[in-house]
């Protein structure tokens, strides 16, 4: 009797402890519980100056959420596909273009449900600050309601800042590779039309940039079969940038279909403030389809077995000649 008394407890324990569990799971904001805008900002600032720059933040969780504003520099990822990675670790301190250096302390943020407010973030540039790109991202996470000390770094939005400090800025881009593929796999040789062009390019200035242009494909006889553009954009501030010290690849598809035959590929690219620096790069390939190497390998068997068959017969008769 005693046993079952006990175990009739511990279960109603077990499904009280269970259902606290699931409501607070249900109150509890999803995801990072902010809207942010704007996601990108692209400014000038020159030394000695400053800027005020507002940032809207926008409780779209279902309860009251504190948030608190965490700066970070990023630099491109290893990917070569242009995406931003942040530099978590900041106990160092911040460099000559450290965005990091430019913020101002941010103040937590309270906010009701459904609540959307104005933060103003000042930015200064040193009088001596170093000329050349500073980027970094303000992001916003929310405070742990059982220790506003607590942040939850893992789920975080914000906005990424790309600043350009005007001095001495050198813009130099190159063209690492330029690659023709189909499926992913790059070469020169191809069974059929490839899918893909690509073009990588390395920026070895103290400036991020945004190349344009396109890569012209052309037969043995010199005639253009396809034009595909490179990083195109409504308008030159939207197009993707090459960030300092990084390699960007720049994929394209190609959609036009290619027969037997060798073609050249040329890619012509332009950049800096005034579009003026010219890059230029070649590369070629062969489109050698499946039914014409299958005939060539049969008409290579057929001729061996003729050779073969020709040698045979007239060793025999060699050999009929001497028994004679």
């Not at 700066?71 to 596909?81: G, H, L, W, Y």
Request: proline share 6%.
């Amino acid at each position: 009797m005693k046993k079952r008394i006990l175990a009739t407890i511990a279960l109603l324990t077990l499904i009280i402890v269970s259902a606290q569990r699931l409501s607070l799971a249900q109150s509890a904001p999803s995801g990072s519980g902010f809207r942010i805008s704007p996601v990108r900002q692209e400014l000038s600032l020159a030394p000695g100056t400053s800027r005020t720059v507002e940032i809207a933040v926008e409780n779209i969780t279902s309860a009251p959420i504190t948030a608190h504003a965490i700066v970070n520099d990023f630099v491109a990822d290893s990917s070569e596909k242009g995406e931003p990675k942040l530099v978590l670790d900041t106990s160092t301190p911040p460099g000559s273009t450290s965005f990091r250096g430019l913020v101002k302390s941010i103040p937590d943020l309270t906010l009701a449900v459904k609540e959307r407010k104005i933060i103003k973030v000042s930015l200064t540039v040193p009088p001596n600050g170093a000329s050349g790109g500073y980027y970094g991202a303000i992001r916003f996470a929310p405070v742990s309601t059982d220790n506003q000390n607590q942040v939850s770094l893992s789920a975080s939005v914000g906005t990424l800042y790309l600043i350009t400090v005007p001095g001495n800025i050198t813009e130099k881009l190159g063209i690492e590779s330029l690659s023709v593929s189909r499926h992913g796999k790059a070469g020169s040789f191809f069974l059929t039309s490839p899918d893909n062009v690509s073009v990588r390019l390395k920026n070895t200035g103290n400036i991020h940039v945004k190349p344009f242009g396109k890569i012209a494909i052309k037969n043995s006889q010199g005639k253009s079969v396809s034009d595909v553009e490179v990083n195109p954009a409504p308008t030159q501030d939207a197009r993707g940038n090459v960030l300092p010290n990084s390699i960007r690849r720049f994929d394209t598809a190609v959609k036009s279909h290619f027969g037997l035959g060798h073609y050249s590929v040329t890619a012509n690219i332009a950049y800096g403030s005034s579009g003026s620096a010219l890059l230029s790069a070649k590369t070629s390939f062969w489109i050698v389809p499946l039914w014409l190497i299958i005939t060539v390998g049969v008409l290579l068997v057929l001729i061996i077995l003729v050779i073969v068959f020709l040698l045979f017969r007239r060793k025999k008769r060699r050999y009929k000649q001497r028994t004679l």
